[in-house]
């Protein structure tokens, strides 16, 4: 018979309570000592099982099946009992740690089911479990040897101080009746020198709208004992970088420092080139580690939004784009120069793609929708469902089950310009009213992005913040404020400039805002070399101005806007400016005589 060996056993006290920990490898547990009996129990030092009873049921010291002298452990599942037997581990200054034990089956009734044992690692305190193995299944039949199982710890248990490894049996799923007695003896608990390699995910699952790559998403790495490189490799249509933002490729290789790879965390994203679905598996290898995989599936829609067609603008023009909207407007039909997009998200942020023109009533009044608002303009409000078809476009209007349309909530309202006629001496101005029609339980924000062009005919493609951001966001009920835009002087002289307004989801749970869209006018407004024939015109001195004192040449009632449009300056019988406050950068001086001039502070 083998000779017992004691392992080492470490108090620790935490919060006032002593509770063992094998703090020393290699240890090892051969099951010598009484058993404790509870429910739970630490039976034996630094081993905990669920329920301890006498010999012959649960958890129990065995005296008759053992590999050496005097005993082993024994467990006996039933339908409604799971040996579950956990030993403590402090394993501050280890890394690489195997549990290696001998098993074997014993006959219990007349049954046919095996005895299964599955293995995990928890690292806090038992709350979630790593690293779950299924490790053996053993007959219900008296097996004559014992056969040595090995068990290797997730990498996350490397260097913590507070590790529980779990052996839960469990009754097999197939046979009858009754399953094996399982006995386990000679537990050994020590380093190994195997290189390891570890992913955080199994699995990621990516949408993507055509032509533009996914949101990337992204899982982590962690190595020990490794002796060489660790390669990424991405499978066709996705894409993998260690940043979130840029720099994707399909293979990235990652260099351990004297053996070690600390979590690195690795950015995929899907970016096919066809529209469907499409799967593949990520793989990280390194020599003599066992493969991670990581499976990878994704859909690839296809982007079917339209461009409305542009306002033409010109030198001088002061234009009501837009001042209301119907309820009762024919679905299908837009505001001149506006258009409407949509997609599928109930609570879509600022990286939500566009997939569809909205094509329904704008008079409905459950569900994600836009509302034609009267003269308070054209509303956006989404909830947890989009519209049922039927009731979408009038065919059913009492439609309350069945097909819904996929890409349902209000997303986007876009409009264009033409600025051919827009020389780079002027100025386009844009003020709009943003409206809180419900305020509701969810904020959300109506925020303007421009882009010159249409993205080469992709929807999603080349939209641009201002310099600083323009926005309404939700106030109270049956609230509003006035917004005023500058568009930067790259969008002058263009055939087609586009903004939009995108609704947004900002912070909250419940009923989502309605926020409306109300109010917008275009103007152009020339900064060329002043005209003296105009009537009331002045002049400004020194422009650029070193942050001192700017004189006008007149007496003017002035108000002062950086370039997105925020009133930096009111003032009336003004003959001064200070520009001592001001930062860096362009203002324009309007009169109210309709007079406009660029500042320019250095």
């Known amino acids: 018979m083998m000779k017992k060996v004691l392992f080492i056993i470490s108090f620790v006290c935490a919060s006032g309570t002593a509770f063992g920990q094998i703090s020393s490898l290699p240890a090892a547990e051969s099951f010598d000592a009484v058993f404790v009996e509870g429910t739970p129990s630490t039976f034996i030092p630094n081993w905990t099982g669920n329920v301890v009873a006498p010999p012959s049921s649960r958890i129990f010291r ?16 039933t339908s409604s009992f799971n040996g579950d037997i956990q030993v403590s581990l402090n394993l501050t200054s280890y890394q690489s740690v195997a549990v290696s034990f001998l098993a074997k089956s014993m006959l219990n009734g007349a049954g046919t089911r095996d005895a299964v044992l599955t293995m995990s690692t928890s690292i806090d305190g038992g709350i979630t479990w790593l690293g779950s193995v299924p490790v053996a299944s053993l007959p219900n039949a008296n097996q004559t040897a014992f056969t040595t199982y090995t068990y290797a710890l ?30 386990i003896d000679d537990v050994a608990i020590q380093q190994v020198s195997t290189p390891q390699l570890a992913v955080s995910q199994s699995s990621l699952a990516f949408s993507q709208v055509l032509g533009v790559p996914s949101q990337s998403q992204y899982f982590n790495i962690i190595g020990s004992n490794l002796t060489s490189d660790v390669t990424v ?18 293979s990235l290789n990652l260099i351990p420092t004297f053996g070690t790879l600390l979590s690195t965390p690795i950015y995929v994203r899907l970016n096919s080139s066809v529209a469907g679905s499409t799967a593949g598996t990520l793989t990280v290898t390194s020599f003599e580690a066992t493969t991670q995989n990581v499976a990878l599936t994704g859909d690839t829609s296809v982007s079917i939004v ?51 023109d909205w094509t329904c009533l704008y008079n409905l009044t459950t569900r994600s929708r836009f509302n034609g608002e009267g003269d308070n303009g054209v509303s956006f409000i989404n909830t947890g469902n989009s519209q049922f078809t039927g009731v979408c476009d009038g065919t059913d209007p009492t439609q309350a089950t069945g097909t819904t349309v996929t890409n349902g909530r209000a997303g986007a309202i876009v409009m264009a310009f033409n ?24 904020a959300y924000g109506l925020r303007m992005q421009y882009r010159v062009g249409n993205g080469g005919g ?80 002045f002049t400004l001195y020194p422009n650029p101005s070193n942050k001192g004192i700017v004189t006008l040449s007149s007496a003017q009632d002035l108000t002062v806007y950086d370039m997105v449009g925020h009133l930096v300056l009111t003032k009336n019988g003004a003959t001064t400016i200070d520009t001592a406050g001001l930062a860096a950068g362009i203002y324009l001086v309007k009169t109210a005589n309709h007079i406009t001039k660029k500042l320019v502070i250095e």
């Open 306 to 356: 339209t461009d409305p067609l542009p306002l033409d603008l010109f030198e001088g023009s002061d234009t009501s784009v837009f001042s209301a909207w119907d309820g009762a407007s024919v679905a299908g039909t837009y505001p001149a120069n506006m258009v409407f997009w949509t997609h599928a998200t109930a609570d879509p942020d600022l990286n939500t793609l566009f997939i569809e």
């Open 458 to 537: 992709n929807g999603n493609v080349g939209w641009l913040e201002f310099p600083e951001t323009v926005e309404y966001l939700s106030g109270e009920d049956a609230t509003s404020e006035v917004k005023t835009c500058f568009l930067p002087f790259e969008c002058n002289g263009q055939a087609l400039v586009e903004v939009r307004w995108v609704y947004y989801y900002i912070s909250g749970t419940g009923a989502r805002a309605q926020l409306a869209l109300d109010d917008v006018t275009v103007s152009v407004t020339s900064l060329g070399t002043p005209s003296f024939a105009v009537a009331n015109d």
């Open 419 to 442: 600025t051919t006629a827009v020389t780079s001496a002027s100025v386009i101005t844009v003020n709009w009213t943003g409206r809180t029609i419900l305020k509701n339980l969810r």
């Open 62 to 77: 065995d005296e008759v099946d053992f590999n050496s002298a005097p005993a082993a452990m024994s467990i006996i599942p």
């Open 233 to 250: 490799t991405a499978p066709v249509n996705y894409e993998i970088s260690l940043a979130s933002g840029s720099g994707f490729t399909t």
């Open 154 to 183: 997730p990498i996350e248990a490397n260097n913590q101080a507070s590790v529980l490894v779990r052996f839960l049996i469990t009754r097999g799923a197939a046979g009858t009746s009754t399953a094996a007695k399982m006995v």
